[in-house]
């Protein structure tokens, strides 16, 4: 088998289709075995719960090639939990965890020509997502459903790899108190579709949220977890009921101060305290670690002091900490490498 003729060092973040996805059907309660299949394509009824009432949740992890030539994941348990705790919240059934991990390997496995080389700047972006899939018309929960994981090779999210990005203050809000933003559920980024557009009409590159009861508080953007590093070198990262608990997030919480020997606050960050932070970046899967360079509120410019050429200091060791971990040239922590093949 040989590597799929792909120019990984400059795709982006799209879909490119692979060979395999994984699937499995729930119905009259159970989950069925579950198999590998090559067709990418759907076909459900019309009104499906998932078209209807936008019943579906889902998650995001990668795969990457180490140094010494394996395939591995990163702490893929965490993200089975997570769709757990989406699933339930959805009036989903839950698939397990056991499962969940060994469909995502079976699924890398098998498209191991798509994982992008070491060192390419590529890795192959893992989506399992989860759906509603019969007939309801009156709003409640369906009773069957599917769970299945497509991959793709994916380069950087933000155009521009690791240059710093200007984001801006949305009007608008992500997630409310007791809704549904800390679950990794469709609906959340439907409503976040228009507040995206907006903002790069208005030639940003993401929204920072506030949340939504006194828009008082830093919460996360659309598809990442917000890291500050103070003056003197803390790490403060924003704490809230209503952000997605980010696998990244609480990852470099443990780097920081487990590798780097940093403090770490995790608590509420009030909006007025960003513009006396040192740095400023986007933590997630998609976004890695992504350094914020300007943020603009209503017209009022925050640059960080660490500029907008590149990094500050900190982000980049806890970047170059965190990928070194992924890449298998820094020693794990016991359990977050799960080795493919
Ligand atoms: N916040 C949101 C809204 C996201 O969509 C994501 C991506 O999954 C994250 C944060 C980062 O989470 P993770 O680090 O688990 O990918
Ligand atoms: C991820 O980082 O995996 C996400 O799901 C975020 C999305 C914006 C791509």
Known sequence: MAKKNIDWANIGFGYIKTDYRYVSHYKN??????????????????????????????EGLKAYTTEDGHIVTFRPDLNAERMMNSAARLE????????FIDAVTKTVAANADYVPPFGSGATLYIRPFMFGSNPVIGVKPAEEYQFRILTTPVGPYFKGGAKPITICVSDFDRAAPHGTGHV??????????????????????????????????VEETGGANFIFV???????TPKSGSILPSITRRSIIYVAEHYLGLKVEERPVRFDEVKDFAECGLCGTAAVISPVGKIVDH???????????????????????LTGIQMGHIEAPEGWIHVIK
């Open 29 to 58: 309660g159970a989950w069925d075995e579950g198999a590998l299949i090559t067709d990418e394509t759907i076909t459900l009824n019309e009104c499906a719960c998932v078209f209807q009432y936008a019943q579906t949740c889902f």
């Open 92 to 99: 989903m059934p839950q698939f397990p965890k056991e499962r």
């Open 184 to 217: 990794k559920a469709g609906l959340n980024y439907a409503m976040s579709l228009h507040a995206i557009m907006e903002a790069h009409r208005n030639g940003f590159d993401e929204n920072m949220y506030l949340d939504a009861a006194t828009r008082t508080y």
């Open 230 to 236: 103070t003056k003197d070198n803390t790490v403060v």
């Open 299 to 321: 017209g009022n410019e925050i640059c960080m002091p660490s500029g907008m050429e590149k990094m500050g200091p900190v982000i980049q060791k806890l970047y170059d900490t």
